[in-house]
């Protein structure tokens, strides 16, 4: 069995990463990173097999908790002061195309996955785990996580092509190489 402290070293990349990408925030991330591990550290890992994918399946679910406390608390606050809240100007298209440019395009595209297929992607790509260990991080079946990413690879190369062909022919855009 693994000790906390190298538990902690091995895995921590992976599962901020991992956070990252459904979060969408720095300090969120940070925040359930440390929740994982703690929770981690505390439980029974004696039957734990695949050890990658129940952290994993930890950071899922505290990904998941976020989320949906957010969305709720974000709907009770849309109707409590929906009629006292001022319509906020639109941005301006130059802001808008700045905040286009300025943004990772993989990470756009990928943030407009569902949510299910997106996490899947995450954990098969970005946490490097094998469609079984995706399977069981998710607590689905393995053919449902192959689907999954399958379907993922699809939506995201549909995107890219998309994004691709409305820049157009003749645009000043150009790829940046950070």
């Known amino acids: 069995m693994v000790d906390d402290n ?3 070293r091995t895995y921590k990349e992976d599962v901020y990463r991992y956070c990252l990408h459904m979060l969408r925030n720095q300090t969120d991330a940070e925040d ?4 994982v591990f703690v929770k981690a550290m505390l439980a029974d890992r004696s039957k ?17 908790s976020l989320m949906r406390r957010r969305t709720n608390g974000q709907q009770k606050e849309k109707k409590a002061f929906s009629i006292h809240l001022p319509l906020r100007p639109a941005q ?29 992607m995450l954990l098969y ?31 995201l190369k549909k995107l890219y092509e998309k994004s691709s062909n409305s820049r157009g022919k003749g645009s000043d855009h150009h790829v940046s190489n950070y």
């Open 6 to 8: 190298t538990l902690f």
């Open 32 to 35: 359930i990173c440390q929740e």
């Open 48 to 64: 734990v097999e695949y050890i990658k994918a129940w952290l994993m399946r930890i950071a899922a679910n505290e990904c998941h």
């Open 92 to 120: 301006s298209v130059e802001n808008e195309y700045e905040r286009v440019e300025a943004a990772d395009e993989f990470g756009q595209l990928l943030s407009r996955l569902k949510p299910k297929v997106r996490e899947a």
């Open 125 to 155: 790509y970005m946490a490097d785990l094998s469609t079984a260990e995706t399977a069981e991080a998710l607590d689905i079946p393995v053919g449902t996580a192959k689907s999954r990413i399958n379907r993922g690879l699809k939506m």
